[in-house]
Structures are given as structure tokens and as C-alpha cells.
């Protein structure tokens, strides 16, 4: 079955940086786009970016624009969130998603068939 795991997760100081990882297994890596989302405690889960199959097209949430970076290594069926310039509104648990037909600019959970279990993120001020 798919199976979905991130780490990098901690504490950081506003402006530090974090780069979390998802390590994907039991599906063909290279043949799907990639998505992080984040849910922060009391709200909705939340898209943070995604990207395509091949690493071409990346899509960003404009909370994180210019901050995080989304990469891939489907060598190491991997994808990346870089973050920096951390901000204490970036406090919360951080997931990657996949899904069978999931466009890069679907920024919708509900279109993402896969998850993991997420990885805590949390930035004090």
C-alpha cells in the first residue's frame, strides 16, 4: 500500500529555516505531482505547495511565496519543503499528499487520495 513519511519537523526560531522531507513507498514516485499541506491548531488544512511529476512545475500557496522551496528526487522517491524565514503563523503540523489525478494548482485535500502522518513544525517569536 502507499505509504507516506515526513520528518524534519522541530522547534525554530522566527526566521530560521527547516527542510522536512516525505519519503514515499508502494507507488510508481515518478508518475505523481507531490503536495504539502499544514494544519495549524483550530483551523482547516491548509495547502502549502505542490509540485509535478518530473519537478518542472512547482504551484505555492501566497503565504509561503517566496519563503519555501518544494523540490523532489525521484531517484529517491522524496520530495522536499525547504522553509525560510520562518514565522510563528507558520506554526503547525506539516503534510505531504498525493493523489491518483491531482493537478499541481488543486489545491483542494479532498483531490489528494494519500497522506502521511505529519510532521510538527513549530516557530516561537
Known amino acids: 500500500q502507499v505509504q507516506l513519511v515526513e520528518s524534519g519537523g522541530g522547534l525554530v526560531q522566527a526566521g530560521g529555516s527547516l527542510r522536512l522531507s516525505c519519503a514515499a513507498s508502494?507507488?510508481?514516485?515518478?508518475?505523481?505531482?507531490m503536495g504539502w499541506f499544514r494544519r495549524a491548531p483550530g483551523l482547516e488544512r491548509e495547502y502549502v505547495a505542490a509540485i509535478s511529476w518530473s519537478g518542472v512545475s512547482t504551484n505555492y500557496a501566497d503565504s509561503v511565496k517566496g519563503r519555501f522551496t518544494i523540490s523532489r528526487d525521484n531517484a529517491k522517491n522524496t520530495v522536499y519543503l525547504q522553509m525560510n524565514g520562518l514565522r510563528s503563523e507558520d506554526t503547525a503540523v506539516y503534510y505531504c499528499?498525493?493523489?491518483?489525478?491531482?493537478?499541481?494548482?488543486?489545491?483542494?485535500?479532498?483531490?489528494?487520495?494519500?497522506w502521511g502522518q505529519g510532521t510538527q513544525v513549530t516557530v516561537s517569536s
Open positions: 499528499a498525493t493523489g491518483r489525478r491531482t493537478g499541481v494548482r488543486d489545491t483542494r485535500p479532498s483531490s489528494y487520495n494519500y
Open positions: 508502494g507507488l510508481t514516485f515518478s508518475n505523481y505531482n
